[in-house]
């Protein structure tokens, strides 16, 4: 069984958002849904989410870009995946340009010939 939602004040609702944005890079549409999550709707989640773009709390190509290198360098996902899921997030064509340039040529080849070259016992 669901508890009934808590009203939170404008206010409140900015200060949960700071916290949510600064402990780590977010999407507009993240921070929308997490908004709607608190029962902050309309003109209210507008101005906040404005609040938090004007503070840097919220930065689309900052997210797009450390996401990019993160998935790249950490899970070594190829840029197609990356560029799907970014926009599964609804970034920008911008800052999906922008979040390619992270992913060096040479470091993208390498990733590609590493985890594509047969191993040693399957060249038989």
Same mark, same amino acid.
């Given at each position: 069984?669901?508890?009934?939602?808590?009203?939170?004040?404008?206010?409140?609702?900015?200060? /949960? @958002?700071?916290?949510? #944005?600064?402990?780590?890079? !977010? #999407?507009?549409?993240?921070? !929308?849904?997490?908004?709607?999550? @608190?029962?902050?709707? &309309?003109? *209210?989640?507008?101005?906040?989410?404005?609040?938090?773009? %004007?503070?840097?709390?919220?930065?689309?190509? !900052?997210?797009? $870009?450390?996401?990019? $290198? &993160?998935?790249?360098?950490?899970? /070594?996902? &190829?840029?197609?995946?990356?560029?799907? *899921? @970014? /926009?599964?997030?609804?970034? %920008?064509?911008? #800052? @999906? !340009?922008?979040?390619? *340039?992270?992913?060096? *040529? %040479?470091?993208? +080849?390498? %990733? #590609? +010939? +590493?985890?594509?070259?047969?191993?040693?016992?399957?060249?038989?």
């Amino acid at each position: 069984m669901q508890k009934p939602k808590k009203y939170i004040s404008q206010a409140e609702a900015l200060q /949960k @958002l700071q916290r949510y #944005c600064a402990y780590q890079d !977010r #999407c507009h549409s993240e921070v !929308r849904s997490k908004l709607l999550d @608190l029962g902050i709707y &309309g003109d *209210e989640l507008e101005e906040i989410i404005a609040e938090l773009i %004007t503070d840097n709390f919220l930065n689309e190509e !900052r997210f797009a $870009r450390s996401y990019a $290198r &993160g998935k790249f360098n950490i899970k /070594k996902w &190829g840029r197609h995946r990356i560029k799907q *899921e @970014l /926009k599964r997030r609804q970034i %920008t064509d911008y #800052c @999906l !340009r922008k979040a390619m *340039e992270e992913i060096e *040529e %040479t470091d993208y +080849l390498n %990733t #590609c +010939l +590493l985890y594509t070259s047969p191993s040693p016992r399957d060249r038989g």
